[in-house]
Every structure is written in structure tokens, then in C-alpha cells.
């Protein structure tokens, strides 16, 4: 009982921070509504989103080359199982034996703030300078979208990784853009 009651009032507390987390019942739920046809156009810097390129995640820093994205463009990432992966910083939430991750690269050409988004539930950490960066935002994408989860970061120019973990999928859509 006392682990409903801290469910209820955890649920409670999401709902009222206007967080709700991904994959959980309000996802599906959310996604069930979208039942527009067509679905809402997205707005013209997330256009991208409806036309993925396939990308493959590396299983380890040294194969970040092949794993780049662009900033501005959607990729449909190939995830790996977790035991093959070798990160670059150890996530916070490396997930287990039976879910997927990877590390992917992009460039930034200045410093500033860059979301990175997700179509689906996982850990994300973007690693600057070999170091962790905080978030300074998170938020779900426009209804219907497909947009999961979206983070924001302030980075600084140059090649930045991100390190998916977690993933229950072994594929995600995934995007960057500059947002300031």
C-alpha cells in the first residue's frame, strides 16, 4: 500500500511539473490519440523529423566517424545491445543486458544551445570536451510527432558524442538541432 500511495503522489507531482515520462502508460496513451489524418505539420525546424536517414550507432569512441549525424537532420539509428558497447563516460543509467545503446557524433560549428531528440524512452548523455554536460531542458516533442524526448544543452563548437543507453529498442530516431 505505502508503495501505491508514493506512485500516486509521484504521478501527482509529474503531472502538475507538466512531466510526464516516456513509455510509461501516458505515452501510449498519448500516442493513441493521434488519430489525425494527416498528422499536425510539425514546425519548419523539426520538418526533418519525417525524413530519417539510416545511421548506425558505434560500439566504441574510435568508430564515431561513421556514426555522424548532422545537425538539422533525422537519422533512424541502429542501436547495439549494451554488452557490446564500450562508452566514452560511463552513463548514469546504462540500462541492462537486454537493452540498446551506442554513441553517435555531431558538430556544432559555434557554441550555444542544441536539443538533441528522441522518438523513443532511453538514457541520453551528450559528452563536450570529455566531459558529462548538464541539461538545461527536457521536454516531450508536439503531439503526434513521434518526438519522445527532447533535451536541451548548452555546448561549445567543435565534435560532441552522444551516448545513448537504456534504449528498449534496438532502433531510435534521433535529431540535433541549434535551438539559440
Not at 494527416?38 to 566504441?60: E, N, Y
Request: aromatic share 6%; hydrophobic share 40%; net charge positive.
Amino acid at each position: 500500500m505505502a508503495r501505491v500511495k508514493q506512485f500516486l503522489r509521484l504521478t501527482a507531482l509529474f503531472a502538475c511539473a507538466g512531466f510526464y515520462p516516456v513509455g510509461t502508460g501516458w505515452a501510449a496513451e498519448h500516442t493513441a490519440q493521434c488519430t489525425q489524418h494527416p498528422a499536425p505539420a510539425l514546425p519548419p525546424a523539426l520538418a526533418p523529423w519525417t525524413s530519417p536517414t539510416p545511421v548506425s550507432a558505434a560500439t566504441q569512441p574510435d568508430g564515431l566517424n561513421v556514426a555522424l549525424l548532422t545537425v538539422g537532420k533525422a537519422a533512424q539509428v541502429t542501436l547495439h545491445p549494451t554488452t557490446d558497447i564500450q562508452y566514452s563516460v560511463r552513463p548514469e543509467a546504462p540500462g541492462g543486458k537486454v537493452s540498446s545503446g551506442g554513441l553517435l557524433a555531431f558538430d556544432t560549428p559555434d557554441a550555444g544551445t542544441y536539443r538533441v531528440m528522441l522518438s523513443g524512452r532511453a538514457w541520453l548523455d551528450v559528452i563536450a570536451q570529455g566531459k558529462v554536460t548538464d541539461s538545461t531542458h527536457h521536454q516531450h516533442g508536439p503531439a503526434c510527432s513521434g518526438i519522445g524526448k527532447m533535451v536541451d544543452f548548452t555546448l561549445p563548437a567543435g565534435r560532441q558524442t552522444i551516448q545513448i543507453s537504456g534504449s528498449g529498442t534496438p532502433t531510435l530516431e534521433v535529431m540535433v538541432i541549434k535551438v539559440q
